[in-house]
């Protein structure tokens, strides 16, 4: 089918909503209702959590009947610049206590609400009559794909558009080798199956990218919303599944409700509740997943944000359950930065500071908790770090080894080793090879760590943090220089600012260089870098830098961290900020109201209550990347629940 009685109408951005469901999967859209994106669904799920990701349900059209006429409520974007559902009068949107839509139409009112219960691949849609009318139907057609999520879906013969009774539900499996999806509703359903042809995805068209997809749609839901209100259930047939084909529709809604209702009302606000989106299972453990809509779970990733989602809240529980999961998989001292979403794809140890971002979080566990880890789990994740730090100094992959200046270098041609990772094709946008700044930052903390457990690595952080001030200061622009003996070259410097160098001064638990220098840092850091939404990745001025996060893939990436800003980076910057004006109360209430206060109005502008990954370097700063970041969020709550908080001290 193709858009009939459409009217040319613009497609904005919009913002966007989040669903996620704790395994790796999720529900997401705009508020307006469009699909801008791939990967706004209605069911998205993980076959195994968090991984292999399937979109199965992307949505759906609804029609509101009554003898007046019909009306297609629900906004569908298509090619050409054409929407429907433009016969709503009016819609409202709220978010509590999860997103809900009023749409007001000439034939009536009706609210659509969608929640997605945590722990099960499953979705619970509702629509509600807030107006009279007589005699009004509810007409509600699936569109189905069960795509990769990173997909695009289109016309052909092979996909089963036939449903089967399955108890009180019916199945729905349209290729072999995806998950079934099973529907459950108080509606008759009608099997008429059509194509639906050319959605229209203006995120992914200003992204370069496909931006067409047709979706299959086996049949129609008709409610009676004069008998109340209209519900329906999917679910992913996946282990652990709702057996929807055993449940009484009603029950098991207000049962899922209930849960819901209790578990959101636990968090202490709306960001700590969105904090949680990120935590995953993962095996017999838990993860983190880097970003939605598109991200896995990233190492680096993990370990930085698990410090703010997590030990910052005091969950340590949930941080036991990450960090003894990944320690079961290092090798040759190192940590992998990626498991990949397909099957038998191979696991990526491709980072320098993954692991090294594990070490500090994983010390920064084992002094806060006595209760949180049995004796087992301090003695495996002491002995990661142990692993680690000595796989490090020994050398390992990619070049990675101990330096005679007890440095940290690392890199060979073709890798991106540290967060500044962006590549495309052979082309390496920031390689940083030799001796980058934050990772010896790192590296000072991790061989403390380690000199902590063991006898061998006595005074190897204070030949290395001596080295690091010696080598890196920038004397001349009051600075430290961003990577020294570059390409592994004894001398050779990068002078670029970039904001890798707070965490020398401050940005982790050790300020690295003196006081005076610390300050001087942070002032040129603040001067050339520090934006509303966080800190550029390059200063302005420098040949490469990129005002604009803008087009295709290569133009995006060229741009990544040539000047994009980054909102995670306040984290750091904030403390490291406040350690050198000492923590004073003055000092954090300026920053609460100078760093802190614009972050919380971006909870609104985005993703709604999350931190986008990234912004353009120059303003407005127009967020961009995933509108849902794990490390921006995380670090904004370690700040306001740790580094800001009233008792925080030097």
């Known amino acids: 089918m193709n858009a009939q009685g459409s009217r040319p109408a613009a497609v904005g951005r919009g913002t966007e909503w989040l669903e996620a469901d704790g395994l790796g999967g999720f529900a997401s859209g705009t508020t307006s209702g469009v699909r801008t994106r791939r990967y706004h669904a209605l069911l998205l799920a993980a076959a195994r959590p968090p991984a292999d990701r399937r979109t199965l349900v992307q949505g759906f059209v609804a029609r509101l009947v009554t003898p007046a006429g019909a009306v297609e409520f629900w906004p569908q974007a298509y090619a050409g610049g054409f929407t429907t559902g433009a016969e709503a009068e009016s819609v409202e949107f709220t978010r509590e206590p999860w997103p809900t839509w009023h749409f007001r139409t000439r034939l009536g009112a009706i609210a659509v609400e969608i929640f997605v219960p945590r722990g099960t691949a499953a979705v619970v849609v509702s629509f509600r009559l807030e107006s009279p009318a007589s005699h009004a139907r509810l007409e509600v057609r699936p569109l189905l794909s069960g795509r990769d999520f990173h997909a695009t879906h289109h016309e052909n013969p092979v996909f089963d558009f036939d449903a089967q009774p399955h108890g009180h539900a019916w199945r729905l499996a349209p290729y072999p080798g995806v998950p079934a999806v ?54 992913a047939e996946l282990p652990g599944h709702l057996a929807l084909e055993q449940e009484d529709l009603a029950a098991l809604v ?28 993962r095996r017999s453990g838990r993860t983190v997943i880097a970003g939605y809509p598109w991200f896995g779970d990233w190492g680096r990733d993990t370990f930085i944000a698990v410090r703010g989602l997590c030990l910052a809240t005091g969950d340590l529980e949930t941080a036991r359950s990450i960090l003894c999961e990944w320690s079961s998989v290092v090798s040759e001292g190192m940590l992998p930065n990626r498991f990949p979403d397909a099957a038998h794809a191979a696991v990526e140890y491709n980072s320098v500071d993954a692991s090294l971002w594990f070490v500090l979080a994983a010390e920064e566990l084992l002094a806060a908790s006595e209760r949180a ?28 080894r101990r330096d005679a200046d007890g440095l940290l270098a690392a890199g060979e041609p073709g890798a991106q080793l540290t967060w500044m990772d962006a590549k495309v094709g052979d082309w390496v946008v920031t390689p940083r090879s030799g001796k980058p700044v934050e990772i010896q930052a790192l590296w000072v903390h991790a061989l403390g760590a380690a000199g902590r457990l063991h006898v061998g690595f006595a ?69 050339e870098l520090w934006t509303p939404l966080g800190l550029r990745s390059l200063e302005r001025g420098h040949p490469a830098y990129a005002a604009r996060y803008r087009g295709g893939p290569l133009e995006r990436d060229a741009a990544y961290h040539q000047g994009t800003v980054w909102p995670w980076l306040i984290g750091p910057f ?70 800001l908080a009233d008792d925080a001290t030097l």
């Open 182 to 235: 099973l529907s459950l509703a108080n509606a008759e359903y009608r099997a008429a199956p059509d194509w639906y042809r050319r959605f229209y995805y203006a995120e992914e068209d200003a992204r370069g990218l496909e931006a067409s997809e047709d979706l299959a749609s086996p049949g129609e839901l008709r409610f009676d919303l004069g008998a109340g209100e209209a519900l329906w259930v999917l679910a």
């Open 574 to 643: 904030v403390e490291a900020w406040l350690k050198s004006r000492h923590f004073t109360l003055e000092a954090k209430a300026e920053a609460r109201t100078r760093f802190i206060a614009p972050l919380r109005e971006h909870l609104e502008g985005a993703g709604l209550d999350h931190v986008s990954e990234i912004a353009d370097g120059d303003a407005p700063h127009t967020p961009a990347g995933c509108p849902f970041q794990a490390w921006s969020v995380s670090e904004l709550m370690r700040l306001e629940r740790g580094v």
């Open 373 to 400: 880890l049995s004796e087992s789990e301090r003695e495996l994740l002491q002995a990661a770090i142990l692993e680690i730090v000595s796989g490090y100094a020994r050398g390992t992959r990619h070049g990675i």
């Open 459 to 527: 005074g190897a952080a204070a030949k290395a943090r001596a080295a690091l001030e010696s080598r890196f200061w920038n004397d001349e622009r009051g600075m430290l220089f961003d990577v020294v003996d570059v390409e592994h070259v004894p001398g050779a410097v990068d002078a670029a600012c970039r904001p890798n160098q707070i965490f020398a001064a401050g940005g982790l638990p050790l300020t690295l260089v003196s006081p005076e220098r610390a300050r001087r840092i942070v002032d040129a850091v603040e001067r």
């Open 254 to 281: 207000e049962r899922l409700r209930a849960a819901e209702r209790t578990r959101r009302a636990s968090f202490r606000d709306p960001l700590e509740r969105a904090g949680a989106a990120y935590v995953v299972a």
